[in-house]
């Protein structure tokens, strides 16, 4: 493991440990060339996928930039750290649990609407209101009768 402060490829292992749900293993760090202690997290990676843009474009899987993401969408929520890491591991296991090594964009944006949908309210039509492109007050207003259930609209009530 390269040394974050000075490059070092020179790094021993000083404690490791699971994490609460053992699907995650904390290894602390340090790096013999300058002694900088650093931590990092190792987890399975049942396959490498690689992500097929919109404008079909392809590019390698980032769980990091899939966390980034679903950290936008909940800013400022009272979302549970752990939480949303179980909710980024699940998109990450179905995925690679889906048996394609190439996925699209789309069944991720999807996959991270239905966990953002039992998370949070707020964040789910966030990311719906980027994801799905809205463009006027109507399009909010359809996301939001999605999370409430309906189908279609109601009609405006009469006076």
């Known amino acids: 493991m390269r040394c974050p402060s000075c490059g070092s490829l020179d790094t021993q292992v000083k404690d490791s440990r699971p994490t609460e749900d053992s699907a995650v293993i904390r290894r602390r760090r340090v790096c013999l060339t300058c002694n900088f202690r650093f931590t990092t997290f190792e987890r399975v990676q ?23 993401s679903v950290q936008i969408a909940l800013r400022k929520r009272a979302v549970e750290p752990e939480r949303i890491e179980q909710a980024v591991s699940k ?60 189908e279609e609209p109601k009609p405006p009530p009469r006076k």
Do not use: C, H
């Open 46 to 68: 049942l396959r490498e996928l690689t992500v097929i843009k919109r404008n079909g474009r392809r590019a390698p899987f980032d769980r990091d930039k899939l966390m980034r």
């Open 91 to 150: 998109i990450v296991r179905e995925l690679e649990s889906g048996g394609e090594s190439e996925v699209s964009s789309e069944a991720i944006g999807e996959l991270v609407m239905e966990q953002l949908r039992e998370l949070d309210d707020v964040a789910y039509v966030r990311f719906a209101s980027v994801y799905r492109n809205f463009r006027e007050a109507k399009d909010f207003q359809a996301a939001l009768d999605e999370l409430s259930g309906e």
